[in-house]
Protein backbone atom coordinates (compact mmCIF):
# COMPACT_ATOMS: atom_id res chain seq x y z
CA UNK A 1 0.00 0.00 0.00
CA UNK A 2 1.30 3.47 -1.14
CA UNK A 3 0.40 6.41 0.61
CA UNK A 4 -0.35 9.43 -1.48
CA UNK A 5 2.00 12.19 -0.01
CA UNK A 6 0.82 14.67 -2.02
CA UNK A 7 -2.81 14.26 -1.52
CA UNK A 8 -2.24 13.48 2.71
CA UNK A 9 -0.23 16.84 2.30
CA UNK A 10 -3.16 19.05 0.61
CA UNK A 11 -5.57 17.51 3.10
CA UNK A 12 -2.87 18.62 6.07
CA UNK A 13 -2.21 22.04 4.29
CA UNK A 14 -6.34 22.43 4.70
CA UNK A 15 -6.12 21.53 8.20
CA UNK A 16 -3.49 24.34 8.51
CA UNK A 17 -5.07 27.24 7.12
CA UNK A 18 -8.21 26.42 8.94
CA UNK A 19 -10.38 29.10 9.88
CA UNK A 20 -10.73 29.23 13.79
CA UNK A 21 -13.49 30.11 16.20
CA UNK A 22 -11.81 31.74 19.61
CA UNK A 23 -14.17 31.46 22.00
CA UNK A 24 -13.74 33.82 24.51
CA UNK A 25 -16.24 33.59 28.05
CA UNK A 26 -17.86 36.63 28.89
CA UNK A 27 -18.03 36.54 32.81
CA UNK A 28 -18.23 32.87 34.42
CA UNK A 29 -20.42 30.94 36.75
CA UNK A 30 -18.67 33.13 39.87
CA UNK A 31 -19.77 36.23 38.03
CA UNK A 32 -16.54 37.75 37.96
CA UNK A 33 -15.74 40.79 35.70
CA UNK A 34 -13.31 39.50 32.99
CA UNK A 35 -12.97 37.90 29.49
CA UNK A 36 -11.38 34.66 29.59
CA UNK A 37 -9.02 34.41 27.61
CA UNK A 38 -8.22 38.23 27.41
CA UNK A 39 -5.41 38.33 25.23
CA UNK A 40 -5.81 36.20 21.70
CA UNK A 41 -3.64 36.25 18.66
CA UNK A 42 -6.52 35.81 16.12
CA UNK A 43 -5.65 35.35 12.17
CA UNK A 44 -7.33 37.90 9.63
CA UNK A 45 -10.56 35.64 8.75
CA UNK A 46 -10.74 33.92 11.88
CA UNK A 47 -13.90 34.74 14.65
CA UNK A 48 -14.37 35.36 17.94
CA UNK A 49 -17.14 34.10 19.72
CA UNK A 50 -18.18 35.48 22.98
CA UNK A 51 -20.47 33.25 25.03
CA UNK A 52 -22.00 35.25 27.97
CA UNK A 53 -21.77 33.47 30.47
CA UNK A 54 -23.52 34.93 33.43
CA UNK A 55 -25.08 38.81 34.61
CA UNK A 56 -25.39 41.77 32.40
CA UNK A 57 -22.44 42.70 30.10
CA UNK A 58 -21.24 43.61 26.62
CA UNK A 59 -18.15 44.22 24.13
CA UNK A 60 -17.70 47.34 22.81
CA UNK A 61 -14.74 48.48 20.82
CA UNK A 62 -12.41 51.29 22.04
CA UNK A 63 -9.03 52.42 20.94
CA UNK A 64 -5.87 51.84 23.41
CA UNK A 65 -5.86 55.97 24.26
CA UNK A 66 -9.12 56.08 25.24
CA UNK A 67 -10.25 53.18 27.53
CA UNK A 68 -14.00 52.74 28.42
CA UNK A 69 -15.48 54.97 25.44
CA UNK A 70 -16.11 53.76 22.09
CA UNK A 71 -13.52 54.02 19.41
CA UNK A 72 -16.15 56.34 17.38
CA UNK A 73 -16.39 58.78 19.87
CA UNK A 74 -12.64 59.96 18.92
CA UNK A 75 -12.68 59.26 15.23
CA UNK A 76 -16.13 59.49 13.39
CA UNK A 77 -14.45 57.08 10.83
CA UNK A 78 -14.32 53.91 12.46
CA UNK A 79 -17.44 51.95 13.09
CA UNK A 80 -16.74 49.94 16.40
CA UNK A 81 -17.93 46.38 17.38
CA UNK A 82 -20.35 46.91 19.61
CA UNK A 83 -22.34 42.93 21.10
CA UNK A 84 -25.40 45.20 23.07
CA UNK A 85 -25.97 43.82 25.91
CA UNK A 86 -26.83 40.10 26.16
CA UNK A 87 -29.43 39.42 28.77
CA UNK A 88 -28.55 35.80 30.31
CA UNK A 89 -30.94 35.06 32.55
CA UNK A 90 -33.70 35.25 29.67
CA UNK A 91 -32.03 32.38 27.77
CA UNK A 92 -30.93 30.51 31.23
CA UNK A 93 -34.51 30.09 31.38
CA UNK A 94 -34.52 27.70 28.02
CA UNK A 95 -31.16 26.18 28.65
CA UNK A 96 -28.59 28.41 26.63
CA UNK A 97 -26.62 30.94 26.58
CA UNK A 98 -26.34 34.32 24.03
CA UNK A 99 -23.45 34.49 21.90
CA UNK A 100 -22.02 37.44 19.43
CA UNK A 101 -19.51 36.30 16.79
CA UNK A 102 -17.34 38.87 15.11
CA UNK A 103 -14.78 38.34 11.96
CA UNK A 104 -11.18 39.37 12.32
CA UNK A 105 -10.73 41.76 9.37
CA UNK A 106 -7.55 43.11 10.61
CA UNK A 107 -4.33 42.23 12.16
CA UNK A 108 -3.85 45.19 14.16
CA UNK A 109 -4.53 45.36 17.88
CA UNK A 110 -8.43 45.94 18.30
CA UNK A 111 -9.07 46.68 22.16
CA UNK A 112 -12.67 45.93 23.96
CA UNK A 113 -14.22 46.53 26.95
CA UNK A 114 -17.53 45.80 28.96
CA UNK A 115 -19.82 48.75 29.34
CA UNK A 116 -21.78 47.59 31.64
CA UNK A 117 -21.49 49.91 35.13
CA UNK A 118 -18.05 50.57 35.95
CA UNK A 119 -16.74 46.81 34.97
CA UNK A 120 -14.20 48.44 32.79
CA UNK A 121 -12.78 50.26 35.39
CA UNK A 122 -12.62 46.71 37.28
CA UNK A 123 -10.89 45.14 34.30
CA UNK A 124 -13.31 44.01 31.94
CA UNK A 125 -11.28 44.38 28.98
CA UNK A 126 -9.02 42.57 26.59
CA UNK A 127 -7.01 43.03 23.81
CA UNK A 128 -6.95 41.32 19.68
CA UNK A 129 -3.74 41.33 18.53
CA UNK A 130 -2.02 43.19 21.01
CA UNK A 131 1.50 44.45 19.45
CA UNK A 132 4.06 45.40 22.20
CA UNK A 133 7.10 45.05 19.48
CA UNK A 134 5.29 48.13 17.53
CA UNK A 135 4.52 50.20 20.43
CA UNK A 136 6.31 48.75 23.77
CA UNK A 137 3.64 51.26 25.80
CA UNK A 138 0.77 49.75 24.24
CA UNK A 139 0.20 46.60 26.36
CA UNK A 140 -3.02 44.90 27.62
CA UNK A 141 -1.40 45.46 31.00
CA UNK A 142 -1.43 49.26 30.05
CA UNK A 143 -4.48 48.91 28.75
CA UNK A 144 -5.95 47.68 32.28
CA UNK A 145 -4.14 50.58 34.16
CA UNK A 146 -5.48 53.19 31.93
CA UNK A 147 -9.02 51.70 31.96
CA UNK A 148 -9.14 51.62 35.53
CA UNK A 149 -8.74 55.49 36.06
CA UNK A 150 -10.91 56.19 33.24
CA UNK A 151 -13.31 58.78 34.29
CA UNK A 152 -16.57 57.46 32.69
CA UNK A 153 -18.02 54.15 31.17
CA UNK A 154 -19.66 54.43 27.88
CA UNK A 155 -21.63 52.42 25.61
CA UNK A 156 -22.24 53.55 22.13
CA UNK A 157 -25.82 54.52 22.97
CA UNK A 158 -24.52 57.60 25.18
CA UNK A 159 -22.92 59.13 22.45
CA UNK A 160 -25.89 58.49 20.35
CA UNK A 161 -24.21 56.11 18.28
CA UNK A 162 -25.55 53.74 16.18
CA UNK A 163 -22.95 52.61 13.99
CA UNK A 164 -21.31 49.23 14.72
CA UNK A 165 -24.75 47.83 15.14
CA UNK A 166 -25.93 49.80 18.70
CA UNK A 167 -28.48 47.47 19.10
CA UNK A 168 -29.80 44.51 21.65
CA UNK A 169 -30.29 42.11 19.48
CA UNK A 170 -28.28 41.47 15.20
CA UNK A 171 -25.79 43.94 16.05
CA UNK A 172 -23.58 44.75 12.40
CA UNK A 173 -20.31 43.66 12.79
CA UNK A 174 -21.22 40.33 14.18
CA UNK A 175 -24.15 37.53 14.77
CA UNK A 176 -26.19 36.95 18.19
CA UNK A 177 -27.04 33.25 18.84
CA UNK A 178 -28.15 31.07 21.65
CA UNK A 179 -26.08 27.93 22.01
CA UNK A 180 -26.88 25.30 24.66
CA UNK A 181 -25.38 26.13 28.00
CA UNK A 182 -22.88 24.02 29.59
CA UNK A 183 -25.14 23.06 32.31
CA UNK A 184 -28.86 23.58 30.42
CA UNK A 185 -30.31 20.69 29.37
CA UNK A 186 -31.13 21.77 25.87
CA UNK A 187 -29.60 19.32 23.42
CA UNK A 188 -27.11 20.34 20.54
CA UNK A 189 -23.97 21.25 20.59
CA UNK A 190 -22.44 22.30 24.47
CA UNK A 191 -20.51 25.23 24.83
CA UNK A 192 -17.04 25.45 24.60
CA UNK A 193 -14.99 24.96 27.11
CA UNK A 194 -13.24 28.32 28.63
CA UNK A 195 -10.68 30.18 26.10
CA UNK A 196 -10.71 26.97 23.85
CA UNK A 197 -10.82 26.89 20.21
CA UNK A 198 -12.47 25.32 17.63
CA UNK A 199 -11.86 25.04 14.20
CA UNK A 200 -14.68 25.29 11.70
CA UNK A 201 -12.82 23.34 8.98
CA UNK A 202 -11.52 20.75 11.14
CA UNK A 203 -14.17 18.27 9.64
CA UNK A 204 -13.25 19.28 6.27
CA UNK A 205 -9.86 18.55 6.31
CA UNK A 206 -10.60 15.40 8.21
CA UNK A 207 -12.65 14.21 5.55
CA UNK A 208 -10.33 14.98 3.00
CA UNK A 209 -7.73 12.40 4.67
CA UNK A 210 -10.14 10.29 4.69
CA UNK A 211 -11.37 10.52 1.25
CA UNK A 212 -7.40 10.21 0.53
CA UNK A 213 -6.57 7.11 2.82
CA UNK A 214 -10.09 5.48 0.67
CA UNK A 215 -8.28 6.01 -2.44
CA UNK A 216 -4.93 4.11 -1.84
C1 LIG B 1 -13.94 32.93 38.55
O1 LIG B 1 -13.94 32.04 37.45
C2 LIG B 1 -12.86 32.23 36.56
C3 LIG B 1 -13.09 31.31 35.36
O2 LIG B 1 -13.20 29.99 35.74
C4 LIG B 1 -11.54 31.97 37.24
O3 LIG B 1 -10.47 32.19 36.35
C5 LIG B 1 -11.42 32.95 38.41
O4 LIG B 1 -10.24 32.67 39.13
C6 LIG B 1 -12.62 32.81 39.33
N1 LIG B 1 -12.55 33.87 40.34
C7 LIG B 1 -12.78 33.63 41.61
C8 LIG B 1 -12.69 34.82 42.52
O5 LIG B 1 -13.03 32.51 42.02
C1 LIG C 1 -28.70 45.28 30.79
O1 LIG C 1 -27.98 46.48 31.00
C2 LIG C 1 -28.39 47.53 30.15
C3 LIG C 1 -27.43 48.70 30.34
O2 LIG C 1 -27.25 48.99 31.68
C4 LIG C 1 -29.82 47.89 30.46
O3 LIG C 1 -30.25 48.92 29.60
C5 LIG C 1 -30.69 46.65 30.27
O4 LIG C 1 -32.02 46.95 30.64
C6 LIG C 1 -30.16 45.49 31.10
N1 LIG C 1 -30.91 44.29 30.74
C7 LIG C 1 -31.46 43.52 31.67
C8 LIG C 1 -32.20 42.32 31.15
O5 LIG C 1 -31.39 43.75 32.86
C1 LIG D 1 3.10 54.49 21.69
O1 LIG D 1 1.87 54.45 22.39
C2 LIG D 1 1.69 55.52 23.32
C3 LIG D 1 0.39 55.26 24.03
O2 LIG D 1 -0.68 55.22 23.13
C4 LIG D 1 1.70 56.84 22.58
O3 LIG D 1 1.59 57.91 23.50
C5 LIG D 1 3.01 56.98 21.80
O4 LIG D 1 2.96 58.16 21.00
C6 LIG D 1 3.19 55.77 20.90
N1 LIG D 1 4.51 55.84 20.27
C7 LIG D 1 4.68 55.83 18.96
C8 LIG D 1 6.08 55.87 18.50
O5 LIG D 1 3.72 55.79 18.19
C1 LIG E 1 -18.07 36.39 8.74
O1 LIG E 1 -17.42 35.57 7.78
C2 LIG E 1 -18.22 34.48 7.31
C3 LIG E 1 -17.40 33.69 6.31
O2 LIG E 1 -16.20 33.31 6.83
C4 LIG E 1 -19.47 35.00 6.67
O3 LIG E 1 -20.30 33.91 6.30
C5 LIG E 1 -20.23 35.90 7.62
O4 LIG E 1 -21.33 36.48 6.97
C6 LIG E 1 -19.34 37.00 8.16
N1 LIG E 1 -20.07 37.73 9.18
C7 LIG E 1 -20.13 39.06 9.21
C8 LIG E 1 -20.94 39.64 10.30
O5 LIG E 1 -19.53 39.75 8.41
CU1 LIG F 1 -19.43 43.56 32.22
Request: glycine share 8%.
Amino acid sequence: MQFSTSVIATALLGLVAAQKVHVVSVSSANKSLAFYPDNLKPAVGDMIQFQFLAGNHSVVQSNFDNPCTPIQQHDSTQKGMFSGYMNVAASAATGMIPTYTMNVTTDKPLWLYCSQGKHCQAGMVMVLNENTAANASRSLAAFKELSAKAPQNLDPFAIGSTTGGATPTGAVGGTTSTIPSPTGSASGTPAQALGSMVSVSAWTGLLSIAAALAML
